[in-house]
């Protein structure tokens, strides 16, 4: 993050979810800023978190690599799941923004929406969701606390909650195939073939990724290769991981070019340079944080 033109950094809150929304929602942001002069926050790295912004200053610009093309953040906006670095966003005058960052399969969870058509785009919140979100941001608008905006959202998002119905088995299975991503569950990077993986649930392998894609935004072996990217951050993050060579052991890749090739579709940069623009106020750092 780049604040040679600013005078003062953004200050950002973080706060965890009550336990019923643990399995849906990563954690809450909020982002604030009187920014003299032009900030740039970049890159928009490859991440599965959705994200439910609402922007209260001067909403983001959105500026797209190999593009002249330029465009403000709405008020509210759904961001879905981001597949490679694919923006940057400039930053000015002053900046509040406060949002929910969903854990794959929340979008999908808690509004029924099928994220393969919001993988690497931002929408209108407004739009999807309807005069609810009007009213949702007027309320934490008018508030003074970020206490209290965790709690009106805690709130809506609970009311979403119970309106869905029973847990969906699927759910369980894309949680299983990240933590086997994030090598936290037996052998590390012990991966099934996606064939063995729909078996399992009784699906055909069209039918699995299909529902996998709808859930998530992307493939399988996309979700895969981003786990282990955001997984290879936060253990670079961690005190007791010193060097590239040691993370890219501990997560299986074939040797340290291995991983490099991944930072550079991911992230668009190697993995030193990447680990450097993840700076305290970017995103990324919040979401590689070690979780309670």
């Not at 699906?203 to 282990?228: H, K, M, N, W």
Request: net charge positive; hydrophobic share 40%.
């Amino acid at each position: 993050m780049d604040f040679r033109d600013s005078v003062t950094k953004l200050a950002v809150r973080r706060a965890e979810p009550s336990k019923c929304l643990r399995p849906f929602v990563h954690c809450y942001l909020q982002r604030d800023a009187r920014v003299d002069g032009v900030v740039t926050v970049e890159p928009v790295m490859a991440r599965l978190e959705q994200a439910f912004e609402f922007h209260f200053g001067e909403p983001y610009e959105v500026r797209l690599y190999g593009s002249d093309e330029r465009d403000d953040c709405p008020p509210v906006v759904v961001v879905g799941p981001q597949t490679h670095r694919r923006a940057q966003l400039i930053l000015r005058g002053t900046v509040s923004a406060f949002a929910v960052m969903l854990r794959p399969a929340g979008l999908h969870r808690l509004f029924g929406l099928p994220l393969d058509r919001f993988a690497d785009c931002g929408t209108d919140a407004h739009s999807l969701l309807g005069h609810c979100v009007t009213e949702l941001r007027e309320r934490l608008g008018n508030t003074e606390t970020f206490a209290e905006r965790v709690r009106l959202m805690e709130k809506f998002l609970s009311q979403k909650l119970l309106l869905c119905g029973p847990a969906d088995p699927f759910a369980g299975t894309i949680a299983i195939v990240l933590r086997r991503a994030q090598g936290r569950v037996g052998d590390p990077w012990a991966r099934d073939r996606v064939s063995d993986i729909a078996f399992q649930t009784g699906l055909s392998v069209r039918q699995f990724e299909r529902r996998f894609r709808e859930y998530t935004g992307v493939a399988p072996i996309v979700f895969s290769r981003i786990a282990r990217f955001q997984e290879a951050l936060r253990l670079k993050m961690s005190p007791e991981f010193r060097s590239w060579i040691a993370v890219a052991h501990t997560l299986g890749y074939h040797d340290q070019m291995h991983m490099t090739r991944d930072f550079y579709g991911l992230a668009g940069d190697s993995p030193s340079r990447a680990i450097v623009q993840v700076s305290p106020e970017h995103i990324m750092s919040a979401l590689t944080q070690e979780e309670p």
